[in-house]
């Protein structure tokens, strides 16, 4: 994808245990943002993190960015059932041009109970 | 929940037909896209629009046409359905002067052309 890249593609873990997924995106960003999307339907926003953050919570989640390396992290903690989903990153580039946000591939988390 | 909402939720329709998928937001926002997603997974934005009167072409090359008559309603429209336009087609609105800010998702129009 030209938009950015999440991995792991699919992740499947136990309820309780930690899930990870990484973002990787090619182009100098105002800010990054994790949506999640429930099986058929839209896209819901979970947390933004500006350029100039390298790390923030909101309840279970824990966002980290790494400008330097062009990447971020989504943490969800204590994972339950209904974290089942699609995660998808999205980046606000620089320069902003149309000031659209650029999605990537999404991974899939599936979280047995 | 967002305040947008987006009808039908599953369509599934004939080769040649002319079909209009709409997609209305109460949250005043002057901003609004559509979205294409295929079961890969990944979103391609295909039309936005910056207000009433203004629609843009996307990142994706779409055979899809919009409209912008009022703020709130931001209907897409083919002209005649093919099987390669089956997908899910997704609805957006974001605040004007906060574009790279959250953006609010419809439900999703599922588009199966046979």
């Known amino acids: 994808s030209q938009q950015g890249e999440e991995d792991p593609q699919a992740l499947s873990i136990q309820e309780g245990e930690n899930a990870t997924m990484n973002c990787s995106y090619k182009?100098?960003?105002?800010?990054l943002q994790w949506y999640r999307q429930n099986s058929g339907r839209g896209l819901v926003h979970l947390i933004l993190?500006?350029?100039?953050?390298r790390e923030k919570h909101s309840g279970r989640l824990r966002v980290t960015l790494d400008t330097s390396k062009k990447s971020s992290s989504l943490l969800i903690t204590a994972s339950r059932a209904a974290d089942t989903a699609s995660y998808f990153c999205?980046?606000?580039?620089?320069?902003?041009?149309?000031?659209?946000?650029?999605f990537g591939t999404g991974t899939r988390l599936t979280v047995i109970p | 929940e967002a305040d947008i909402y987006q009808t039908p939720r599953y369509l599934v329709i004939g080769t040649g037909k002319k079909i209009t998928l709409e997609c209305s937001q109460t949250?005043?926002?002057?901003?609004m896209y559509w979205y294409q997603q295929d079961p890969g997974m990944e979103l391609h934005l295909i039309h936005y629009?910056?207000?009433?009167?203004?629609?843009e072409k996307g990142d994706l090359s779409s055979e899809s046409t919009v409209s912008r008559i009022r703020t709130e309603h931001f209907p897409l429209t083919l002209e005649s359905a093919r099987p390669s336009h089956t997908s899910q087609y997704l609805c957006?609105?974001?605040?004007?002067?906060?574009?790279?800010?959250?953006?609010?998702f419809g439900p999703g129009t599922r588009l199966l052309v046979l």
């Open positions: 999205a980046t606000g580039r620089i320069p902003t041009g149309a000031n659209n946000l650029f």
């Open positions: 993190i500006r350029s100039n953050e």
């Open positions: 629009s910056y207000g009433v009167n203004s629609t």
């Open positions: 949250m005043g926002h002057d901003k």
């Open positions: 182009t100098s960003i105002n800010n």
């Open positions: 957006a609105s974001s605040e004007l002067n906060r574009p790279q800010e959250t953006q609010y």
